[in-house]
């Protein structure tokens, strides 16, 4: 079975126009979960009309522990059997029922439990979207004053293939359910930004299983970036979650040989 977690904060409009990201309608093998954070009359009725799984228990949580409590509802309600994946994507991406179909077979074949696919921010699929980066480090101030960027984006262009990147937006990451429970999920000390950079690093660092790129599948990803605004409330998220994610990285991950409860 695959489990697609999608988290809206008021996206109620967006969700039913795009009929739950292209999914409203995924064949048998395939399930929706809507956590809710701003809870909305209008999505809860129309998720219960159309079959999707919906709850808008504890609003206010962040990015990662709003997908660990999913998570958590789903291994305690209906259970993940062996084999099982577990989809965590933003409310503004728009994609087809086989492409991740396709993107869990290709996974298992390859036997990578994390992985992600190309966006792009237009339906016309004209631009892409920067979703697979290399590790942001010490450095990585130096960069954002000379490219406006804390890490470097890989030239998917260049990508052809399927292959290895670094970390992928958690604006779409599929995970073997097994894989995402041994990781413990996101850590919830972010509260925004660099959760997806964090459970990367975990997974290849710790775990020993890195990122799998694959090109090929696409989807679309209307992002807003609200970060960029440099006085703006998710810019100091932001940065805050990038120097938390630097001394996780060099004094806590790189120091450990096995994962364990965070500390």
Not at 3 to 23: K, P, T
């Amino acid at each position: 079975m695959i489990h697609v977690a999608i988290v809206s904060h008021g996206h109620e409009n967006l969700l039913i126009a795009s009929g739950m990201g292209g999914l409203r309608d995924a064949a048998a093998g395939m399930h929706v979960w809507i956590k809710d954070n701003q809870p909305s009359a209008a999505l809860k009725a129309y998720c219960l009309q159309h079959g999707v799984s919906y709850v808008d228990d504890k609003p206010g949580l962040g990015f990662g522990e709003n997908n660990n409590y999913l998570f958590d509802l789903i291994s305690n309600s209906v259970g993940f059997a062996e084999g099982d994946s577990f989809i965590v994507m933003n409310p503004d991406i728009t994609i087809s029922a086989t492409t991740i179909t396709t993107l869990v077979e290709n996974m298992q074949r390859d036997a990578f439990p994390v992985a992600t696919i190309n966006l792009y921010r237009d339906e016309q699929h004209l631009h892409v979207d920067a979703n697979v980066r290399r590790f942001p480090n010490a450095i990585s101030l130096l960069r954002m004053v000379a490219v406006r960027s804390l890490s470097e984006p890989y030239d998917k262009k260049s990508m052809t293939e399927a292959c290895h990147v670094d970390w992928a937006s958690g604006a779409f990451l599929a995970f073997d359910a097994q894989h995402y429970q041994a990781l413990q999920g996101f850590d919830t000390r972010y509260f925004m930004y660099f959760e997806d950079v964090d459970i990367c690093y975990r997974s290849q660092q710790l775990l020993g299983k890195g990122i799998r790129f694959y090109p090929q599948l696409h989807a679309t990803h209307t992002a807003a970036h609200k970060n960029r605004n440099l006085v703006s409330r998710h810019a100091s998220w932001f940065f805050r979650s990038f120097l938390k994610f630097l001394s996780r990285r060099y004094f806590v991950y790189d120091r450990r040989s096995n994962l364990s409860a965070p500390k």
